[in-house]
Structures are given as structure tokens and as C-alpha cells.
């Protein structure tokens, strides 16, 4: 735009109104960026309106300045909206000093019955008689913000949406990469002598609980559980760094206590300091049913004894990996399997759901559905329906793991 001036003639204006709106309109619908139509605006307000000084406060998550022209960073700065400008619903044209000195008009700009800009204009041409064309156009100029303050907020949006698109697209990459360390129940043992079945339901679409189970030679499995202190994508990012960290070092020979050590170091290393994980670990020779273990600081996993019809817990060896720099020690628990027993290990997201009365759940509802001769399959299956563990129950605040181990 060039240097004139409003048009006198009550036809020019309107002329001009119209062709600065569809200049505008021409500018947004082109898609221009933020710059550009601040440009465009402040050129309409100070060339051809004869506005001195322009000061365009905008609403994002707070108030910000979007445009200044013209007026003093010390004004700037000491204006607070919402203590000085928020009872404006109105133009102000006789605006009271203090603070606002050297301000002449309050412009106001709503969008659904909601402040979302403010307009402040000083340094007013009055063009020597009659009055100022800022007076007679102000509902002009109001119109004017309101379209480019929403256009530009509209860009804003639209970018952040594209932001949030991008990533939910990486979530969701995210989580599949993660289901895929999670063993796939159709590929895990159901046979006269083992029966596995694991359930897993995430917080977010990605989070910190890990099991797993392993065969680690014809006679020796191992198996475990883990979770990862806090929720989201570092804590699956860790978790997954621990995945193959134990995959890589879990033998059958090799010493659980040594195995704990060596993942302690890990993550202490990856982690540095600023995550931990709770962790159980098991190793069972199904030649002789002996069945080794370490918990890791982990909730107590639930042996169930159906041929005894006895139920006791898989109890605290050490603390948990990642919360020293070095485990001060370690103690490697051994039991003798009697036939048809259930190992379940769960997360806390499971025990720590509330009942009726607002007390965590802990185990009594491994207890309820666990203790009889069905198959662990069945046994979680029913768990979860009676618990109503899935992604539209609002009482779930964490992520949910169960891993059921049934030896024949």
C-alpha cells in the first residue's frame, strides 16, 4: 500500500473500507503469514488512517504482544491485561491515564462472548478540523482487528493441530513398536505341562510396563515382570532399553543376582538417576520344579497352590534397579514347585485400582478369580470383564500388566 490518506468523499471510503477488507480477506485466503497481514494491518491503520502508535495485545494460553508500532517498551511492559484491560467490553475513547497514558482508544476484539484481543491506538491524527477519522471509523477498525486477530489465531491453531497430528502419528509408531516387545499370547506355551497368558493395557498410548517370558533351554524357563517409575514416551523409551538389555544377558546359567547387577548398571547409566524400575525376575527348571527368583522391589507376585489349596506371596530380594548406583544386597529366594500351581505378577496399576469403599484392590481379585482349576486364560479373561479394564473406564490411572504362569 502507498502513503495516502482515508478518502474525504463519503464514496471513497467506502471504497477504500472494501478494498482494504477484500486486500485482507485476498491475504489470509492466500494464506500469508502472520507478518504479511500485520503488515497489511498496521499499514491500513497508520497510512491511510493517520494512527500513530499501534499496540495489539492477543490471547494464547496468556496474553502476549502480537504487534507493537510505535509506542514505548516501557508502556508495553507495564500494561496487564488483565488488571487493566479485561473490564473493557466496549471502544473506549475516553481512556483514563496512569498507567495508560499516552493511549487515546481501547479496541476490544471478541470472539464467542470471549476477550481475545485488545487494541490500543495513540498519537491520533486529527487532520487539523471536524473529528478524528479514527472516531468516526473505530467500528471499522474493530472489524478490521477482529478479522485479522482470528485469522491469525486460526494459522496458529492449525499449526499446532498439524504439530499434534505429527505427533500422534509417532505415538502410535511408538506403540506398536512396544506391543511388539510385549509377548504375543497365540505365541506363548499352552501344553500339558505350561500354560502362559499375558494381558497388557497402556495409560497412554505408549507406557513402562514390561514382561516377558523366555525358554532358555529345552528344561529352563524364565520369565518377569517390570515397571518403570512415571508414565509416557521416556518411560517406554527406557523400558525398551531394558527389554533388550535383559534378552541379551538372561541365560540359563547365568546367576540372578548377577543378572540384577548387570541391568542395575544399565540403567543407572541410561537413566541417570532420574528413573527407576521395579523388577521381578524367575527362573524354573521344569525337570525338578525348582523355581528361582529376585523381586526387585516389584509388587509381590501371587503362588497359588491348588493342589493345597494355599496361597502365599513372591516377596521383596532387593531394591529396585536404577535407585542406587550400587545394590547393597541381594537375596536370591528358591522354592520347590508342587504340581499345579499359578504364578501371577501384575503391575500396581492393577492393585492400586479402588473398590467401592476407595481402598486399593491389591490381590483380591487374583485371589477370586485365580484359585481354581481353570485355565489362566479364563482366569484373566475374567478378571479384566469383572474389573472392566479397558481404555473407556475412567477409574484407570496407570498402565495394567499381568503375566500368569501355570505349571502342570
Same mark, same amino acid.
Given at each position: 500500500? #502507498?502513503? &495516502?490518506?482515508?478518502? +474525504?468523499?463519503? !464514496?471513497?471510503?467506502?471504497?477504500? =473500507?472494501?478494498?482494504? %477488507? *477484500?486486500?485482507?480477506?485476498?491475504?489470509?485466503?492466500?494464506?500469508?503469514?502472520?507478518?504479511?497481514?500485520?503488515?497489511?494491518?498496521?499499514?491500513?491503520?497508520? #497510512?491511510? &488512517?493517520?494512527?500513530? +502508535?499501534?499496540? !495489539?495485545?492477543?490471547?494464547?494460553? =496468556?496474553?502476549?504482544? %502480537? *504487534?507493537?508500532?510505535?509506542?514505548?517498551?516501557?508502556?508495553?511492559?507495564?500494561?496487564?491485561?488483565?488488571?487493566?484491560?479485561?473490564?473493557?467490553?466496549?471502544?473506549?475513547?475516553?481512556?483514563?491515564?496512569?498507567?495508560?497514558?499516552?493511549?487515546?482508544?481501547?479496541?476490544?476484539?471478541?470472539?464467542?462472548?470471549?476477550?481475545?484481543?485488545?487494541?490500543?491506538?495513540?498519537?491520533?491524527?486529527?487532520?487539523?478540523?471536524?473529528?478524528?477519522?479514527?472516531?468516526?471509523?473505530?467500528?471499522?477498525?474493530?472489524?478490521?482487528?477482529?478479522?485479522?486477530?482470528?485469522?491469525?489465531?486460526?494459522?496458529?491453531?492449525?499449526?499446532?493441530?498439524?504439530?499434534?497430528?505429527?505427533?500422534?502419528?509417532?505415538?502410535?509408531?511408538?506403540?506398536?513398536?512396544?506391543?511388539?516387545?510385549?509377548?504375543?499370547?497365540?505365541?506363548?506355551?499352552?501344553?500339558?505341562?505350561?500354560?502362559?497368558?499375558?494381558?497388557?493395557?497402556?495409560?497412554?498410548?505408549?507406557?513402562?510396563?514390561?514382561?516377558?517370558?523366555?525358554?532358555?533351554?529345552?528344561?529352563?524357563?524364565?520369565?518377569?515382570?517390570?515397571?518403570?517409575?512415571?508414565?509416557?514416551?521416556?518411560?517406554?523409551?527406557?523400558?525398551?532399553?531394558?527389554?533388550?538389555?535383559?534378552?541379551?544377558?538372561?541365560?540359563?546359567?547365568?546367576?540372578?543376582?548377577?543378572?540384577?547387577?548387570?541391568?542395575?548398571?544399565?540403567?543407572?547409566?541410561?537413566?541417570?538417576?532420574?528413573?527407576?524400575?521395579?523388577?521381578?525376575?524367575?527362573?524354573?527348571?521344569?525337570?525338578?520344579?525348582?523355581?528361582?527368583?529376585?523381586?526387585?522391589?516389584?509388587?509381590?507376585?501371587?503362588?497359588?497352590?491348588?493342589?493345597?489349596?494355599?496361597?502365599?506371596?513372591?516377596?521383596?530380594?532387593?531394591?529396585?534397579?536404577?535407585?542406587?548406583?550400587?545394590?547393597?544386597?541381594?537375596?536370591?529366594?528358591?522354592?520347590?514347585?508342587?504340581?499345579?500351581?499359578?504364578?501371577?505378577?501384575?503391575?500396581?496399576?492393577?492393585?492400586?485400582?479402588?473398590?467401592?469403599?476407595?481402598?486399593?484392590?491389591?490381590?483380591?481379585?487374583?485371589?477370586?478369580?485365580?484359585?481354581?482349576?481353570?485355565?489362566?486364560?479364563?482366569?484373566?479373561?475374567?478378571?479384566?470383564?469383572?474389573?472392566?479394564?479397558?481404555?473407556?473406564?475412567?477409574?484407570?490411572?496407570?498402565?495394567?500388566?499381568?503375566?500368569?504362569?501355570?505349571?502342570?
Amino acid at each position: 500500500m #502507498n502513503e &495516502l490518506r482515508l478518502p +474525504k468523499s463519503r !464514496l471513497e471510503v467506502l471504497k477504500f =473500507k472494501l478494498d482494504a %477488507l *477484500l486486500d485482507i480477506t485476498l491475504q489470509i485466503n492466500a494464506n500469508q503469514p502472520t507478518d504479511v497481514l500485520l503488515s497489511k494491518y498496521e499499514s491500513i491503520l497508520r #497510512n491511510y &488512517l493517520g494512527i500513530g +502508535k499501534v499496540l !495489539l495485545f492477543i490471547f494464547r494460553e =496468556k496474553w502476549e504482544v %502480537l *504487534l507493537n508500532a510505535g509506542f514505548s517498551d516501557i508502556l508495553k511492559n507495564k500494561i496487564d491485561v488483565e488488571q487493566d484491560l479485561l473490564r473493557y467490553q466496549d471502544i473506549i475513547t475516553d481512556v483514563p491515564k496512569g498507567k495508560l497514558k499516552g493511549v487515546d482508544i481501547i479496541i476490544p476484539v471478541f470472539n464467542n462472548n470471549a476477550p481475545l484481543a485488545y487494541v490500543l491506538i495513540g498519537d491520533i491524527d486529527e487532520e487539523g478540523e471536524g473529528m478524528s477519522p479514527v472516531i468516526k471509523h473505530q467500528n471499522y477498525i474493530q472489524t478490521i482487528s477482529s478479522i485479522i486477530v482470528v485469522a491469525i489465531e486460526n494459522q496458529r491453531l492449525f499449526k499446532e493441530s498439524l504439530k499434534q497430528e505429527a505427533m500422534r502419528k509417532e505415538l502410535e509408531v511408538a506403540a506398536r513398536m512396544q506391543m511388539a516387545l510385549i509377548p504375543d499370547n497365540n505365541r506363548l506355551p499352552v501344553n500339558e505341562q505350561l500354560r502362559i497368558q499375558g494381558f497388557y493395557n497402556p495409560h497412554y498410548e505408549v507406557g513402562g510396563d514390561y514382561y516377558d517370558f523366555l525358554r532358555l533351554d529345552e528344561q529352563t524357563i524364565g520369565f518377569c515382570i517390570a515397571d518403570v517409575s512415571g508414565k509416557g514416551v521416556s518411560a517406554a523409551m527406557l523400558m525398551s532399553n531394558f527389554q533388550a538389555s535383559l534378552r541379551a544377558i538372561f541365560t540359563s546359567t547365568i546367576d540372578l543376582g548377577s543378572l540384577v547387577i548387570k541391568l542395575n548398571e544399565i540403567i543407572n547409566h541410561n537413566a541417570a538417576g532420574e528413573k527407576f524400575i521395579t523388577f521381578f525376575v524367575a527362573r524354573v527348571n521344569l525337570s525338578s520344579r525348582n523355581l528361582e527368583y529376585i523381586n526387585a522391589a516389584h509388587n509381590p507376585p501371587v503362588l497359588i497352590d491348588l493342589e493345597n489349596n494355599e496361597i502365599s506371596k513372591l516377596g521383596a530380594s532387593c531394591v529396585g534397579i536404577g535407585m542406587l548406583d550400587e545394590i547393597p544386597s541381594i537375596r536370591r529366594a528358591s522354592i520347590l514347585l508342587p504340581s499345579g500351581v499359578k504364578i501371577i505378577c501384575y503391575t500396581d496399576g492393577l492393585s492400586e485400582l479402588k473398590d467401592d469403599n476407595g481402598n486399593d484392590i491389591g490381590t483380591s481379585y487374583i485371589e477370586k478369580h485365580f484359585t481354581n482349576k481353570k485355565d489362566v486364560r479364563d482366569n484373566i479373561k475374567a478378571l479384566i470383564e469383572d474389573l472392566d479394564i479397558s481404555d473407556n473406564n475412567p477409574a484407570l490411572f496407570d498402565d495394567v500388566s499381568i503375566l500368569a504362569v501355570e505349571i502342570l
